[in-house]
T-cell receptor, first 114, second 115 residues
Framework: AQSVTQLGSHVSVSEGALVLLRCNYS??????LFWYVQYPNQGLQLLLK??????LVKGINGFEAEFKKSETSFHLTKPSAHMSDAAEYFC????????????FGQGTRLTINP | ETGVTQSPTHLIKTRGQQVTLRCSSQ?????VSWYQQALGQGPQFIFQ???????GRGNFPPRFSGLQFPNYSSELNVNALELDDSALYLC??????????????FGPGTRLTVL
């Protein structure tokens, strides 16, 4: 069964520091992978997605992620953290079982220290 | 272009009651998926509707049911509410219904509290 694991339920970085949020996937077929962000009391907003082609995917708000098949990883990075990046981040893999469903990780809460 | 909207924003019910949540899909989208997000967890897939038919279901009991209307809006109904049904219910709309690469666009959610 396809699944994702997010390493670290809580990550704290200083403003201006590198953000690295880890996601590893398990899939028997070529995976389609997504990162979503959830601000407090809001729904999910798509940051970026990997389908096929270029393994380095650029998203909104300066985020990017690199698909590494050999490591079964899809880590999310941002060179310089802003206070506004504080939120919950979810990695997800797309699964087809009749319908397309997203299988989400447990989430990583990102805190930015001034 | 109108995004995904959900109503109500918050809802409080007691055990055993029934609840209906509503979702309007993004303009041009014909597919609606529902997810349950318990506190501190990632969203869990409930089911998906494509052109008014349920075309996929997650591991949820039959007391979770839904509808999709000709304008592609949707309802989620939950009967015989249990305490564990307390969660944020998210609706997402998309274009194709059964494509790996489809992007699902999420609404703001309905926070259901069962007392």
């Amino acid at each position: 069964a396809q699944s994702v694991t997010q390493l670290g339920s809580h990550v704290s970085v200083s403003e201006g520091a590198l953000v690295l949020l880890r996601c590893n996937y398990s899939s028997s077929v070529p995976p389609y992978l997504f990162w979503y962000v959830q601000y407090p009391n809001q729904g999910l907003q798509l940051l970026l997605k990997y389908t096929t082609g270029a393994t380095l995917v650029k998203g909104i708000n300066g985020f990017e992620a690199e698909f590494k098949k050999s490591e079964t990883s899809f880590h999310l990075t941002k060179p310089s953290a802003h206070m506004s990046d504080a939120a919950e981040y979810f990695c997800a893999v797309s699964v087809i079982q009749g319908a397309q469903k997203l299988v989400f990780g447990q989430g990583t809460r990102l805190t930015i220290n001034p | 272009e109108t995004g995904v909207t959900q109503s109500p924003t918050h809802l409080i019910k007691t055990r055993g009651q029934q609840v209906t949540l509503r979702c309007s899909s993004q303009s041009g989208h014909n597919t609606v998926s529902w997810y349950q997000q318990a506190l501190g967890q990632g969203p869990q897939f409930i089911f998906q509707y494509y052109r008014e038919e349920e075309n996929g279901r997650g591991n949820f009991p039959p007391r979770f049911s839904g509808l999709q209307f000709p304008n592609y809006s949707s309802e989620l109904n939950v009967n015989a509410l249990e305490l564990d049904d307390s969660a944020l219910y998210l609706c997402a709309s998309s274009l194709a219904g059964a494509s790996f690469a489809d992007t699902q666009y999420f609404g703001p959610g309905t926070r259901l509290t069962v007392l």
